[in-house]
């Protein structure tokens, strides 16, 4: 138990429960063992002392887990008849307690639902159940829609064949604008040549030209 002694993850380190480590052996005395017995275990890593007579069910099964090692005196397991009693007597020890006893008397639920006096008397197991199918709903379900109106199928086909011819005319009509625009900029390019000729008198009249 010395070995699984570790650092507690968590806020706890500040909170004076810095170390965990794993749980051992529980010794379980009475006060006829004396102290002797518990100065002789206590100071073992990971063993616990409890007296019988103050058993807690935090050190019988530590984190809820049953099952946990636990060493019972001479004097302590005879002491558990008077604490709890037995299953025809009551406790000595504490007034009026007495050990909860099963509300069944057989406990084997199993053997009891397939016993032939209760199957008899239940119903008998439906084997051929039928189960409702499943609506479709006809907007968004294509074979449900066809099935109402077999001329879903015909609309369906001429949209489509609508939104395709939509946009064929519009790719034609963005690539006529593209040469359009083309067009524009060289016919602006003729005009600017023309201007700076123009202001350059290097620009010749036709008139001129036939004169000369």
């Known amino acids: 138990m010395e070995e699984s002694k570790a650092v507690r993850a968590g806020k706890g380190k500040g909170r004076s429960r810095r170390y965990v480590s794993r749980r051992g052996p529980l010794l379980v005395t009475a006060e006829a063992d004396g102290e002797g017995v518990v100065r002789a275990f206590r100071n073992l890593p990971g063993v616990d002392v ?39 007597a009551k406790a000595a020890a504490k007034k009026g307690y007495s050990l909860p006893r099963p509300q069944m008397s057989m406990a084997d639920l199993g053997r009891l639902i397939n016993s032939n006096e209760v199957q008899a008397a239940i119903r008998p197991a439906i084997k051929d159940r039928q189960f409702a199918r499943q609506k479709k709903n006809p907007l968004k379900n294509k074979r449900a829609m066809d099935k109402l109106n ?41 005009s600017k040549a023309f201007f700076r000729a123009i202001a350059s008198n290097e620009f010749v009249r036709p008139a001129d030209a036939k004169a000369e």
């Open 50 to 88: 409890a007296n019988v007579d103050r058993l807690n069910l935090l050190q019988l099964a530590p984190g809820g887990h049953v099952g946990r090692f636990v060493i019972w005196s001479a004097a302590a397991f005879a002491r558990l008849e008077a604490l709890y009693g037995t299953v025809t």
């Open 150 to 190: 077999p001329y879903a199928a015909v609309i369906r086909k001429s949209e489509a064949a609508a939104a395709e011819a939509r946009s064929k005319s519009k790719a034609g009509a963005a690539s006529k604008k593209r040469v359009s625009t083309k067009t524009d900029k060289t016919r602006r390019n003729a």
